[in-house]
């Protein structure tokens, strides 16, 4: 891939879960959601995001991109030096 659009995808994709060699780039609401620690909605049953606990009207909408791209911890970590 060109060097701008590696870089597009490097910063804004990560890899899909069920489909070794391709990557996921967002383009609904999804992108839209930011990582936390802490986050405010669930991956892990339906489907699709639930919010776990009220999110208050401003609140930024966030999830544990852990849930569904394994190896966040570890390159976030090494991202994070």
Do not use: K, Q
């Not at 060097?3 to 609401?29: C, I, K, Q, T, W």
């Amino acid at each position: 891939a060109p060097p701008h659009l590696r870089e597009l995808l490097d910063r804004y994709a990560y890899p899909s879960p069920d489909r070794p060699g391709f990557m996921v780039y967002e383009v609904d609401n999804g992108r839209f959601m930011n990582h936390s620690e802490r986050p405010n909605t669930d991956f892990s049953r339906y489907g699709g995001a639930t919010a776990i606990r009220d999110i208050a009207a401003d609140e930024e909408i966030t999830c544990d991109y852990g849930e569904f791209f394994e190896d966040f911890e570890r390159l976030h970590l090494a991202t994070a030096s």
